[in-house]
T-cell receptor
Framework: DQQVKQNSPSLSVQEGRISILNCDYT??????FLWYKKYPAEGPTFLIS?????DKNEDGRFTVFLNKSAKHLSLHIVPSQPGDSAVYFC?????????FGTGTRLQVFP | NAGVTQTPKFRVLKTGQSMTLLCAQD?????MYWYRQDPGMGLRLIHY???????AKGEVPDGYNVSRLKKQNFLLGLESAAPSQTSVYFC????????????FGQGTRLTVV
């Protein structure tokens, strides 16, 4: 059973606007949450992370929000750029494991 | 600086054949992971290792074996390949645990016919 879920397989956003990618999880023991970005024919690359004891972490255009009571996190990209077009994976860590979600394909159009 | 290197990049196997995928990292990382990526399923953890000489099962370990005899290498073996193992396989390493940035290889596309 999928412990980390990304219910939107795709998202299309206009350049300059905000992109919001969502992720839900079921395991309350996860202690860190991470976002990875993947371009075709490449391995995923790390984007940003957040500890389970925090509710927000910001790095430039990227902000991750964590709502533990709802078991939900989101990644905000502002402003979105064409180079942000990729597949974004939410991931969670627990007892040495790094568990990934199903991914959301983001397309940023001009 | 090579990072994480996977060998081979592509492979076609017949059902029942065996093969080994090699993952090598030059960053002196303790943790290493093997994932498979399938359409609609995201990345699923097959096996992982927390240090030289250790291995542990992930979410989908059946049909695979692993070994970590040297810190820099993590091998994934398929003893008797099945069409259900057709996938893209990714190896990753991280310095001290899954809460730190993991570095991925470029993937191995495996087709079992």
């Amino acid at each position: 059973d999928q412990q980390v879920k990304q219910n939107s397989p795709s998202l299309s956003v206009q350049e300059g606007r905000i992109s919001i990618l969502n992720c839900d999880y079921t395991n309350s023991m996860f202690d860190y949450f991470l976002w990875y970005k993947k371009y075709p024919a490449e391995g995923p690359t790390f984007l940003i992370s957040i500890s389970s004891i925090k509710d927000k972490n910001e790095d430039g255009r990227f902000t991750v929000f964590l709502n533990k009571s709802a078991k939900h996190l989101s990644l905000h990209i502002v402003p979105s750029q064409p180079g942000d077009s990729a597949v974004y994976f939410c991931a969670a860590s627990w007892t040495d494991k790094l568990i990934f979600g199903t991914g959301t394909r983001l397309q940023v159009f001009p | 600086n090579a990072g994480v290197t996977q060998t081979p990049k592509f492979r076609v196997l017949k059902t029942g054949q065996s093969m080994t995928l090699l993952c090598a990292q030059d960053m002196n990382h303790e943790y290493m992971y093997w994932y498979r990526q399938d359409p609609g399923m995201g990345l699923r953890l097959i096996h992982y290792s927390v240090g030289e000489g250790t291995t542990a099962k992930g979410e989908v370990p059946d049909g695979y074996n692993v070994s970590r005899l040297k810190k820099q290498n993590f091998l994934l073996g398929l003893e008797s390949a099945a069409p259900s193992q057709t996938s893209v396989y990714f190896c990753a390493s991280s310095p001290t645990g899954p809460d730190t940035e993991a570095f991925f290889g470029q993937g191995t596309r495996l087709t079992v016919v």
